[in-house]
């Protein structure tokens, strides 16, 4: 099974930057795999934040973070990254990712961010934003 770990987190203040890294095992891209980045703050469901479909070049992104977020992936050997810009207090959580498999015929936006649709977890890193 692929192996997840998550760095990067840390407390910035109010407006400032962290990147995320993710850290994967490896796999193939024939496999058609997709990954996430997900939040959760306790007594709160778990949250999609942004998605990547390598195989077909997209991303997804929650409408609370689209353009201050930017989640990458250069290719199978490399983290995922979630570059995080204009970080607000609601923004601070713990950050997890995550790895699934597309299904034939894809996945609606809301579907890639839903947790439903990946299989792999890591164990988190937790991002606090204070002013």
């Known amino acids: 099974q692929e192996q997840l770990v998550e760095s990067g987190g840390g407390s910035v203040q109010i407006g400032g930057s962290l990147r995320l890294s993710c850290v994967t095992s490896?796999?193939?891209?024939?496999?058609?795999?997709?990954m996430a980045w997900f939040r959760q703050t306790p007594g709160k469901e778990r949250e999609g934040v942004a998605a990547?479909?390598?195989?077909?070049?997209?991303?997804f992104y929650a409408d609370q973070v689209k353009d201050r977020f930017t989640i990458s992936h250069d290719n199978t050997k490399k983290p995922v990254y979630l570059q995080m810009n204009g970080l607000k207090p609601g923004d601070s959580s713990m950050y997890y990712c995550?790895?699934?498999?597309?299904?034939?015929?894809?996945?609606?936006?809301?579907?890639?961010?839903?947790?439903?649709?990946?299989?792999?977890w890591g164990q988190g890193t937790q991002v606090t934003v204070s002013s």
């Open positions: 490896g796999y193939s891209l024939s496999a058609n795999p997709i």
């Open positions: 990547i479909w390598p195989g077909g070049g997209r991303t």
């Open positions: 995550a790895a699934g498999l597309r299904p034939f015929g894809g996945y609606s936006r809301l579907e890639y961010l839903s947790p439903s649709a990946y299989s792999n």
